[in-house]
């Protein structure tokens, strides 16, 4: 007998995730991630605020265990920092697209019609314009700083969650229990949070791993264009931005910052690509 | 002469694909063809044909889960498709529905207990206690214990979840029952439970079946009347032992030859 | 007695299990002679397909193969893939249940009934053409040669199943593997294929291996039939015999569930109440070490738990593995 094993079901979804490498992998990294800007918040080795023009620009030592910025700041304290503020803006702008995407999403696929008609043209519209130049266009209007490029990559990643969520629930909807809950006479309202809405948490939380990781990536382009978080909040991006003149001085400014970036990236990714098997999305389209 | 309880008069659906050529009419799809009959409290009918007959379409319209072309669905005398939103809801009480796929009529996110209880909780105001009874009623009528309540549909065999979605149906104690298919997807030797478990519910709770299957054996093992539907037309009608004694269209000559034992 | 075509002799399938290996088949035995025909009836788990894939060498990953499969006087267990090859849809052809996924759905028909002999049998493209639209023409398909450019979800279920046969044919094996043929299929299409695979049984004295859940199609098609549960061959025999004196509580029990019209009732009898077998099937780790039916069978004794029931002989060539048998009748 297939049993259809349900998505969620504790035991085995952790005995499957253990196995999977990476998984593993992707989860070390994004915890990594999350317990350093944590950590940050009570401890740091310096201040990565604290200006100190006579220790500026040091090589890696002891006391600096990266070395320190053209300003005497410290690198690893800087990049700790800086991890904060990835997430803060990675969290949010995922919040937002998800929240509002995944609403337009259901909404499309539970009125049918005009409406998701209109959602759906909708997303191929915003998805006609570059993301990141818009982002670029939006943070230049809007004004540059941290809460400005946070709206303007949530806004960017409503199209996608709407896209997602309207496939998987227009998947649900035509699963037999949906027909046995209209039989019941619920409406579509009850039925969306009943039973569509539980059934596509998997996806969704998937897709969301995945564009936290884009996000931190647009974010980092955004500061580093000077369009994002501002002077003297630390950001990888930023960082980046200033290490460019000093390149061949002091190449480990650049670096520390990028392999920053791509390992919260590459974790990230990994996490959201082996949920993705985990959650295998087969489940959802079964019978 | 009781009133009747499913009325259904002269059902037209015709289905519209999607367009294969750009200056052609879309093609059509006449799935029934001005189909009508009625059943009477306590007479279970049998509705036989086979894949594309349109007898999957007809159920849909007798729950009102669709609307026809033309014609008119009546329950208890109300025609499903002039009433108001509300009407219709509460008209809902009274018929319920079997699916054909134990797998997936049950939403594997919620409990059993949950899964159950929805008519009731769509349907009527009840305070809680009396809905929490009338599930453990419903359950225990299709032979499950109360232990089902907290468990998760995956945790059933396929006879087992067919059981808990004919709860399901029971647990607003409607009059009719429409079945669509609902052994076919069960292992053979599981079938015979559901089946006499149907068969009990008819005499204990006096439920009227609309059953639909492409098995005449199944149809003739819980119905009174067969209608044999072929090609969206009702080509033949009747009590059930007068078809099987005196069939008089060829394809349900035929249908009949298909379901009976070639051994013993 | 003609000559053996297929022996199995105490073939073992286990697959792998969270909780160590899981026993798929259980150590069976069955023979099909030249030309003859057996039906392999079970329900969901009893292994039934698992057989044929066995027979094919198409196991699933991590399957383990024990015992032996001689075909032809060939021993095909541990053969290397190369030469099981040679064998697949050459010597030994297999029709699936749902054609539709069988069959390519983006190449015409013709083409691949035709590329199937072109490989198999050295055909050049024309004769094979030919070669297709007799064979096409044979298991019935209308208008054979103007339908060799249809494209597989153009035609009826039916019509597709008789495609698939013509598939299997086109290399003149000597055993088909018919698995649940009539499933995906109408009612009356079902006896309409069932004959046809009769009909090319006798006219080419091909072996059939008829795998099915449904024992109308089964009594349709079969001479000889073995009924599976768990991964067992709790009884088999002549198919008349078998059906008609049962002697396995399992095959009892599963003649005597199933609603059928029977003409008795036709003739206008009352309904009888079916006789159900309760429970339900287990999944692999469900089955205990002795005979499979246990949980379920209504005679049961602590012996039936202990080891697995030796088939024994209920009357020529008919047995049952049971070892209440004397009891029972």
Known sequence: ?287 | MTAPLLEVENLVRTFTLPREHLFRPPPVVNALRGVGFTITPGRSLGLVGESGSGKSTLARLAMALDRPTSGTVRLMGHDLFAQPAAKLRTLRRHMQMIFQDPYGSLDPRQKVARIVAEPLEALTGAPKAEREARVREALASVGLGDTALDRYPHEFSGGQRQRIATARALVTRPDLIVADEPVSALDVSVRAQVLNLLRDLQEKFSVTFLMISHDLAVVDYLCDDIVVLKDGLIVESGASAEILRRPQHPYTRELIAAATKRYS | MAEVLLSVRNLRVDLPGPGGPLPALRGIDFEIARGGTLGLVGESGSGKSMTALALMGLLPEGAKLSGSIRFEGRELVGLPESALCDLRGNRIAMTFQEPMTALNPVQPIGRQVAESMMLHRGFSRAVAEDEAVRLLDRVGLPDPRRRLASYPYQLSGGQRQRVMIALALGCAPALLIADEPTTALDATIQGQVLALLRELVEERGMALLLISHDLNAVAAAATDVAVMYGGAIVERGPATSVFRAPAHPYAKGLIAALPALEPERLAGAPRARLQAIPGSVPDLAGFGPGCTFADRCAWVIGACRAAPPPLVPVSPGHSAACIRLGDLS
């Open chain 1, 1 to 287: 007998m297939s049993d259809m094993a349900v998505v969620s079901s504790g035991a085995g979804f952790w005995r499957r995730a253990r196995r999977h490498r990476s998984f593993v992998f992707g989860g070390i990294l994004s915890a990594v991630l999350v317990g350093t800007a944590a950590l940050s918040l009570v401890w740091t080795p310096h201040s990565p605020y604290r200006i100190d023009i006579p220790n500026r620009l040091k090589p890696m030592s002891p006391t600096y265990w990266l070395g320190t910025d053209p300003f005497g700041r410290d690198v690893f304290s800087l990049l700790m920092t800086g991890a904060q503020n990835s997430i803060v803006v990675g969290v949010v702008a995922v919040a937002i697209g998800m929240l509002l995407g995944t609403a337009l999403g259901l909404l499309a696929s539970a009125r049918r019609g005009w409406v998701e008609e209109l959602v759906m043209r909708f997303t191929d519209f915003s998805f006609a314009f570059p993301a990141i130049l818009t982002a670029i266009m939006l943070t230049a209007v809007l004004g540059p700083g941290t809460v400005n490029s946070i709206i303007a990559i949530g806004i960017f990643n409503i199209p996608v969650f709407a896209r997602v969520a309207r496939g998987a629930a227009n998947a649900v909807w035509s699963r037999e229990f949906v027909l046995a809950a209209r039989a019941c006479g619920r409406g579509r309202l009850r039925i969306t949070f009943d039973h569509v809405l539980p059934n596509i948490v998997s996806v969704i939380v998937v897709q969301a791993t995945i564009r936290f990781a884009l996000a931190i990536l647009a974010e980092a382009a955004l500061s580093y264009l000077g369009l994002g978080t501002q002077p003297p909040n630390p950001s990888w991006g930023r960082m980046l931005n200033e290490a460019q003149t000093l390149i061949y001085i002091a190449p480990q400014l650049a670096i520390f910052p990028g392999i920053a970036i791509a390992l919260a990236v590459l974790g990230l990714n990994l996490l959201g690509d082996g949920l993705r098997d985990l959650v295998d999305p087969r489940l959802i389209r079964r019978r």
